[in-house]
């Protein structure tokens, strides 16, 4: 690092952090000067919406993100120098680029450049040299003359880099050399070139991204939120984008990344979470293990396995969606009182008038509100109907009063009697149709019974029988019924259940919720069905989607995504581009190549990864003496190594419980881990190897590598390759008697244990 640069960059720093503390004082006394403007508002409102209390709000809102991102660029206010002379203007500029921007608010002239503006670009895509970007007036061509990289921790620069661009260099090693935390951390630092263009594609219509392990699927999809924020800050707020991730594990594993960013109330959820904002019925907990323990268990028999796939597959196609739309469709057969209604004996509105009201007329509303408005109409119809009957009556009436004062003009007391009687009758029977009227309305809408969203459900299941044209399906059908019902029965739910209850909660009550979402983005998405897919795109009535997974990791491949294309064909139209990412950051080419000989045995014709170069020891494949012994003495030797986050990993829940209380006595610190955690701590862990997806370790310990436990078929590979590529640093892999055939001996370091 030369001298001479190093006192001209410290001190350019300091101009900047100088400006920056000013700025942030400023910021400090206006966000105090908006607040108390935001509670004179509030006073002034007296509870209620006035434009002022709203503007006040929305100008708080602004003041306090601002002082937000200056605080944090108090620190570390950039990471990158770039000199670069536009061919137009023929003069050389410098522009410093970091996480937030930063300007004069004199001049509005950048003192710090975000990373998210086109400008930006030339450091993530470009070598010194020859460049351009583009912006919304055009592409800007030039010359990058020097691009800087700096190291500042706490306003001193610590390490400056002269780089043409980032790559598998030393800059990048030494950030992927780093420990996992217990969050998911930002790589604004690091963004690759093949990542850059998929954060920045355009966002109008779906992306798919096929990513290796590790190739920073999601972290990418985080970054194209931020990207989309600041470029259409205009039109899209933060509530407007969605993130919809496996597990809420998961979803606290990567929650920190946006805020950190500053950018909050992104709507992340799971889809049994969105489910549960959205319906009004308390639903039941899912339980997505079930199919795939079972798939997994030696001890359940091939019939039965295939049994469960089609299940599975059937259950999460676009066919079971059809027949329940059919169910829907003919619904209201079951909850229509089959009848009409009358006057005393009289019809005056029918049972098919009804109908076609209700299924025709009526169609735009929910069946909820279908009811109410059902009444609406019933009612004006009635009251016109009984309105004709009694005028009906008073003109029979008035026309025998004619004759009777015609006939009896000569004999007043005989015709004064006859006109009592007659009134008197007509009196009676108005009353009469006012008494029979008066509640049949309301008495057949009280017939009318909407079942909750739980019961209409199980309803479909257990009585609807699909019309002819599904006559191919009655098997896949009949097994549908057969272990949902069971499911439902025992109070359980799979997330393959949560697309025909949104769609019933839809069409029965509506939304609990109204979502304004402008971007979707779906998180390890190989494992989401044809239904989910369609489900979503259906409820946010768009086609901005974000797509990212990985078939090699699709270990519910028997429900979930097989091919990408055939996806994008049943689900989205032609405008949706592909992107494929190789090269995985996270494991070093060691455990790499041992992970990607796993997968290639059952995977034949997919892109293998590519490891960035970064070495470390070659994967242990362990004979253990003592298996507890064995992996306690292991843990102990990576907390000494100064490793932050250990994962042991085995296939099944059960033998998972078991090495966890073994440990548990050896190692008071480790934590297990299971479907009900929602919080991602770190530190050392038990847990099972279908939870371990899209998350990182240090290292992994593979407690039972043994070929009973992980035979070599499709489904296991897919599993042990998931596993396998968890750790940055380190993986062992343990056996007893005879290790798996999915585990290539000749890529890994052989232990015996003594």
């Known amino acids: 690092m030369n001298d001479i640069v190093l006192k001209e960059e410290q001190s350019k720093l300091n101009s900047v952090l100088e400006y920056i503390r000013k700025e942030k004082i400023r910021l400090e006394e206006e966000e105090k000067k908006q607040a108390a403007e935001v509670k004179k508002q509030k006073l002034a409102a007296g509870g209620s919406f006035t434009m002022d209390l709203f503007v006040a709000e929305k100008i708080y809102a602004i003041s306090e993100r601002l002082l937000k991102n200056i605080f944090k660029s108090l620190s570390t206010p950039y990471f990158t120098r770039i000199d670069f002379r536009n061919d137009e203007e023929k003069s050389e500029r410098k522009y410093y680029i970091g996480k937030w921007g930063v300007s004069n608010t004199k001049t509005q002239e950048p003192i710090v450049i975000d990373w998210r503006s086109p400008i930006a670009n030339l450091y993530y895509t470009h070598q010194v040299g020859s460049a351009e970007y583009s912006t919304p007036e055009g592409e800007v061509t030039g010359e990058i003359l020097l691009k800087r990289l700096f190291n500042i921790e706490e306003g001193q620069i610590k390490n400056i880099i002269e780089a043409d661009i980032i790559s598998e260099g030393d800059y990048l ?15 604004v630092t690091t963004i690759q070139s093949e990542q850059n263009a998929v954060l ?4 109008r219509a779906p992306i798919i991204v096929q990513g290796v392990a590790g190739a920073g699927k999601t972290t990418i999809a985080l970054h194209r939120i931020m990207w989309m924020l600041y470029t259409f800050q205009k039109t899209m707020e933060p509530k407007n984008i969605m993130v919809i991730a496996p597990s809420p594990l998961f979803l606290d594993y990567i929650s920190a990344v946006l805020p950190d960013m500053g950018v909050e109330d992104v709507i992340q959820e799971t889809f049994y979470g969105l489910a549960c904002r959205l319906c009004s019925a308390k639903l039941y907990n899912v339980d997505d293990s079930y199919i795939l323990l079972n798939l997994l268990d030696k001890n359940v028999s091939d019939l039965d396995k295939t049994k469960y796939i ?24 079951y909850i229509l009182p089959k009848e009409g209604l009358y006057i005393k004996t009289k019809q005056v509105i029918s049972y098919d008038k009804i109908i076609s009201m209700f299924i025709n007329e009526l169609s735009p509303f929910n069946f909820s509100d279908r009811k109410k408005e059902l009444k609406k109409s019933l009612s004006n119809i009635y009251n016109t109907k009984t309105k004709i009957e009694q005028n009906s009556v008073e003109s029979k009436v008035k026309k025998r009063a004619n004759l009777v004062r015609e006939v009896y003009k000569d004999d007043a007391e005989k015709r004064q009697s006859l006109m009592k009687e007659l009134y008197k009758a007509r009196d009676e029977k108005i009353a009469e149709i006012d008494e029979f009227s008066k509640n049949t309305v309301k008495n057949y809408i009280d017939k009318l019974k909407v079942p909750t969203l739980l019961d209409s459900y199980k309803h479909f299941l257990s009585e609807y029988i699909p019309s002819e044209k599904f006559i191919d399906y009655t098997d896949e059908w009949n097994i ?16 393959s259940d949560i697309p025909p209850l949104l769609i019933l909660q839809e069409k029965l009550f509506g939304h609990k919720e109204t979502l304004d979402i402008h971007h ?40 979930g995504v ?5 996806m994008k064909n049943d689900v989205f139209d032609e405008t949706s581009s592909y992107f494929e990412l190789v090269t995985s950051y996270r494991n070093t080419v060691e455990i790499m ?5 796993c997968a290639i045995r059952h995977s034949q014709g997919r892109t293998p990864a590519k490891p960035v170069l970064r070495h470390g020891e070659m994967p ?4 253990a003496n003592n298996l507890i012994d064995d992996i306690a003495a292991e843990i102990q030797k990576h907390l000494d190594g100064n490793m932050k986050s250990i994962a042991v990993i085995d296939k099944m829940p059960n033998d998972c419980i078991d090495i966890y209380k073994k440990l548990k006595k050896k190692i008071p610190d480790i934590k297990y881990l299971d479907d009900k955690n929602t919080v991602y701590e770190g530190g050392i862990m038990v847990m099972p190897a279908y939870l371990c997806k899209g998350l990182e370790f240090d290292c992994v310990i593979i407690a039972n590598a043994e070929e009973s436990n992980f035979p070599d078929d499709f489904l296991h590979s897919r599993l042990l390759y998931v596993c396998m590529t968890r750790p940055i640093h380190k993986l062992s892999l343990y056996y007893t008697d005879s290790a798996s055939k999915l585990v290539d001996e000749n890529l890994c370091e052989q232990v015996n244990s003594i």
């Open 310 to 333: 089609n299940y599975a597959k059937f259950k999460g196609s676009l066919v079971f969606k059809e027949i329940l739309n059919e169910y829907i469709a003919n619904l209201y057969k």
């Open 593 to 597: 190549n041992l992970a990607e000989k």
């Open 173 to 187: 090693n030494d950030v992927l050399s780093d420990h996992a935390d217990a969050r998911l951390k930002d790589i």
């Open 562 to 566: 097989q091919n990408w294309g055939k």
């Open 520 to 559: 979707t983005v779906l998180d390890e998405a190989q494992d989401f069905s044809p239904f989910m897919f369609d489900t979503l795109k259906s409820l946010t009535h768009n086609n901005s989607f974000t797509i990212v997974g990985d078939l090699a990791q699709g270990i519910y491949a028997y429900q």
């Open 480 to 495: 549908l019924k057969e272990i949902t019902l069971k499911n439902l029965q025992s109070k359980k739910m799979e997330t």
């Open 200 to 203: 920045r594609y355009n966002h």
């Open 620 to 623: 242990k494949l362990i004979k």
